[in-house]
């Protein structure tokens, strides 16, 4: 059963970096995009980004100019850092995957972390 | 940036009832992007429907997805109490995105 752990500070002070590592075990993490996911406080979801276990990122347009994800194979693990937080940026994160399966046809997250509460603090 | 419009914000009904919920798209998705989400109370989202009407695994058959082009729905045949949560359309033809939540609350 493929298991996702965000883990990292749980507060950030405003316009410093906030970095996130998600470990990934009982799976590969080969031919899978894995994603970060956030959502403030009673309000709905919005995607970070994603990485591709060769590397290649994307990111939500409106974050881009912030956000950098980074994955380290060799210790099954994927990061988020995005830079120059405000009180904007509170929210639950979520590390995630998305196989994007042409074969099956299965394009969604399938698998989530149960989520990390990072607050920005002034 | 595709948008997506989910209706209503909330729907307030009974167990045993049908619950139909709906997801517009404010550009054409091809129906293979297109998947469904539940959460509820301090949990992580889970994926029901992928591909607009396949059910992901373990998901329960009074589950179904339909739709096309811009509109897409989501059914769920008879309400049971464990399915009162939010209800979450997404998409991923164009970069990636879910749109604002449906509240199935119990009337």
């Known amino acids: 059963q493929v298991q996702l752990q965000e883990s990292g500070p749980g507060l950030v002070k405003a316009s410093e970096t906030l970095s996130l590592t998600c470990t990934v075990s009982?799976?590969?993490?080969?031919?899978?995009?894995w994603s970060w996911i956030r959502q403030p406080p009673g309000k709905g979801l919005e995607w970070i980004g994603d990485?591709?276990?060769?590397?290649?990122?994307r990111y939500n347009p409106s974050l881009k100019s912030r956000v950098t994800i980074s994955i380290d194979r060799s210790k099954n693990q994927f990061s988020l850092n995005l830079s120059s937080v405000t009180a904007a940026d509170t929210a639950m994160y979520y590390c995630?995957?998305?196989?994007?399966?042409?074969?099956?046809?299965?394009?969604?997250?399938?698998?989530w972390g149960q989520g990390t509460l990072v607050t920005v603090s002034s | 940036e595709i948008v997506l419009t989910q209706s209503p914000g909330t729907l307030s009904l009974s167990p045993g009832e049908r619950a139909t919920l709906s997801c517009r798209a404010s550009q054409g998705v091809s129906s293979t992007y297109l998947a469904w989400y539940q959460q509820k109370p301090g949990q992580a989202p889970r994926l029901l429907i992928y591909?607009?009407?396949s059910r992901a695994t373990g998901i329960p058959d009074r589950f179904s997805g339909s739709g096309s082009g811009t509109d897409f729905t989501l059914t769920i045949s008879r309400l049971e109490p464990d399915d009162f949560a939010v209800y979450y359309c997404?998409?991923?033809?164009?970069?990636?995105?879910f749109g604002g939540g449906t509240k199935v609350e119990i009337k």
């Open positions: 990485i591709y276990y060769s590397g290649s990122t």
């Open positions: 995630a995957r998305d196989p994007r399966d042409y074969s099956s046809g299965l394009y969604g997250v399938d698998y």
């Open positions: 591909g607009t009407s």
């Open positions: 009982g799976g590969s993490m080969s031919s899978y995009f």
């Open positions: 997404q998409q991923c033809a164009n970069s990636f995105t």
